[in-house]
């Protein structure tokens, strides 16, 4: 439902933004498969290993994964940043279209670490038994949050810019409320169980 609604502000800075954003959606949907892989893995890791009572696995499991998860996404992000005119120019020719995409492409692969993070730690609370939160987190933050702002202040100051930049405004929020409740859940976790 929000992003018909995000696609709906899109469309109204006409069709080459449209064009430009569907661009820059084809190469973020290779960006995201391994960060989706690592998070899967975790996920299903993690709990194996809280039911066979391996804590200090499970936690070595979380710290590996979101290391690698973190370093390869932003490297992802400095090529995508580097490269991300030939990446558009791939799929359009139009100079104005690649324009749009380009920008989106600079703006939001300087922060996909935050994107790489919110993935992982949600698995990992997934994993620890806690489902609901990274949902609720997911739900608001990128759903909520950024319908609210593109439909109150996206009215007031209708510029692109604010399209690309709520993604990693939407990122950042979501990692901060993962490190909170990780830290929070971990932290309860150690006293029922007495490691972690």
């Known amino acids: 439902f929000s992003n018909i609604l995000i696609q709906s502000y899109v469309n109204s800075f006409g069709m ?22 690592f998070s899967l893995a975790l996920s ?5 290993n809280m039911g066979a009572r391996q804590y200090k696995r499970a936690r070595d499991g979380i710290r590996f994964s979101t ?13 995508i940043y580097a490269f991300a005119p030939q990446l558009i120019a791939m ?6 279209v690649i324009y749009y995409g ?13 994107m790489g993070y919110s993935h992982i730690t949600a698995a990992a609370l997934r994993g620890l038994g806690h489902p609901v939160e990274p949902m609720l987190v997911y739900v608001f ?6 319908v609210v702002v593109l439909m109150t202040i996206g009215k007031v100051i209708h510029n692109f810019l604010l399209v690309c930049w709520i993604y990693p405004f939407t ?3 979501s990692t ?4 909170v409740l990780y830290h929070r859940i971990t932290r309860e976790q150690i006293k029922a169980v007495g490691q972690m």
């Open 171 to 173: 990122w950042a929020l």
């Open 102 to 114: 380009v920008t989106r492409a600079r703006v939001c692969s300087m922060f996909f670490i935050l």
């Open 176 to 179: 901060i409320t993962y490190a």
């Open 16 to 37: 080459a933004a449209i064009a430009g954003i569907g661009a820059y959606s084809r190469v973020e949907g290779f960006i995201f498969l391994p960060v989706t892989a």
């Open 44 to 48: 299903t890791f993690v709990s194996q």
């Open 91 to 96: 799929f359009v020719q139009d100079p104005e």
């Open 67 to 79: 290391l690698c998860s973190v370093l390869m996404i932003g490297s992802i992000g400095i090529l």
């Open 141 to 146: 933050c990128w759903c909520a949050v950024r």
